[in-house]
């Protein structure tokens, strides 16, 4: 492959100083192998680790004696000629003092420049640049594996560790993935596989796939890697995560009841619960919440539809929803809590028995207790006295919601049944 070894362009700084030689600017005497296609506005592709030709050039002027310096820069992203006033960091090139310069084996896209000092005229200084050698090379690829989805994904890098005008330019080369059965069998082309991503089908045995990179042989230089392969990557059948199909939970509410809602338990899934209509008191981001509904409100155009919603999510970031829609009871009355009702229940948590107070007395009073599944546990009534109305209960240790209904008003408020 032929090799750019020099262009000349660069900028001439010198200043009188009282020599004759010394006002003399020091030139470039250039002795190079001119390729006639360059790729890249005159840079040329070079295989990984390829052994480079030798910096050959010269110069006269000034005294005609002269110091040399070489720098390297692996800062390419120039799109202009002013390397002077570049952002570009240089690095100092240690031993490198002669003329010309060996490049050692390309392993990364890389510029090179001389620095040429008269050493009787220190002001007489040239500043001269090399073309970028741009590297070649194919990167690993990687796969990373969904489940539950259409298709498992393969997912890759950029395979090769040129600038992004060379990355960005997919005309100048094409892609084909390849499968095997085997990490070192024979390779199949994919047809239609020629982007940087490849999705496989779902798969029953592990697949390894590989993707193939060629340079376009009639108009640009690769040299003896015109063509080169990534490593292969394994596929593997996974069972994918079983997600919930229903939440249990009561589907018919009373305003202020408390609830819980579940589902089973996976180790493999996170839970994220949305609830409209209520609030949720315990339990986000595990398989079972309580949930605390509000007021009942007639629906309305458009409105929101009050219920459950669970997304769980695998592994893989695959996600699912779950909905549960719940109705919350209408009542003919108001929709008050105890405290705005001036209803009290002492003492809470309870044993056996619990005492409510109404705000009146001789009111009519119709009372059930609700657990947190929507059972109904208990129910009865009485006629309110002035010092309270005591109720027997033999519930079992836990949380219920008792619910109150008289004079046209509904309220009601949790209830805590401790230990007996």
Not at 185 to 202: E, H, Q
Not at 286 to 315: A, F, H, Q, S
Request: hydrophobic share 35%; net charge negative.
């Amino acid at each position: 492959m032929k090799k750019s070894l020099f262009v000349i362009f660069a900028s001439v700084l010198f200043v009188f100083n009282g020599s004759a030689q010394c006002n003399v600017p020091i030139t470039q005497i250039v002795e190079y192998d001119f390729l006639s296609d360059f790729p890249i506005g005159g840079d040329t592709v070079y295989c990984y680790n390829e052994i480079l030709d030798e910096i050959i050039s010269n110069v006269q002027g000034g005294s005609g004696v002269y110091s040399y310096k070489w720098y390297f820069t692996t800062d390419i992203n120039l799109l202009n000629h002013d390397l002077l006033n570049s952002p570009a960091t240089w690095t100092l090139i240690n031993g490198a003092t002669n003329s010309n310069y060996t490049p050692p084996p390309i392993t990364q896209s890389i510029r090179y420049k001389r620095v040429t000092t008269d050493v009787n005229c220190p002001a007489l200084t040239r500043n001269d640049f090399t073309f970028v050698y741009h590297l070649y090379k194919v990167d690993q690829i990687e796969a990373i594996q969904k489940t539950c989805s259409p298709s498992i994904e393969a997912a890759s890098i950029i395979d090769h560790t040129a600038d992004p005008l060379w990355k960005n330019t997919a005309d100048w080369y094409t892609i084909q993935w390849e499968y095997s059965d085997s990490e070192t069998g024979v390779f199949i082309p994919i047809s239609g596989a020629t982007n940087f991503i490849y999705l496989p089908p779902n798969i029953q045995n592990t697949i390894y796939y590989r993707r193939k990179y060629s340079l376009d042989p009639y108009s640009h230089y690769g040299g003896t890697c015109n063509v080169q392969l990534s490593n292969a990557v394994a596929i593997n059948p996974v069972m994918c995560s079983t997600f919930s199909s229903a939440i249990t939970g009561p589907a018919s509410v009373v305003p202020h009841q408390t609830s819980i809602y579940s589902v089973d338990e996976s180790v493999e899934l996170e839970y994220d619960w949305t609830v409209w209509g209520g609030d949720i008191v315990s339990g986000q981001g595990t398989n079972t919440i309580t949930v605390l509904w509000g007021e009942y409100y007639p629906p309305i155009m458009g409105g929101r539809t009050n219920g459950v919603t669970l997304k769980e999510t695998d592994i893989f970031y695959t996600s699912n929803y779950t909905y549960l829609h719940v109705a919350i009871a209408a009542t003919t009355g108001i929709n008050k809590g105890f405290a705005s009702s001036g209803v009290s229940v002492f003492p809470n948590p309870i044993k056996n028995q619990f005492t409510v107070e109404m705000p009146t007395a001789n009111t009519a009073v119709n009372y059930t207790v609700y657990s947190t599944t929507g059972v109904q546990m208990q129910s009865g009534s009485f006629s309110a006295a002035a010092s309270g109305n005591t109720i027997s209960t033999q519930l079992p240790a836990g949380m219920y919601q008792l619910v109150l209904n008289y004079d046209g008003v509904f309220t009601s408020s949790r209830l805590v049944v401790s230990g007996q």
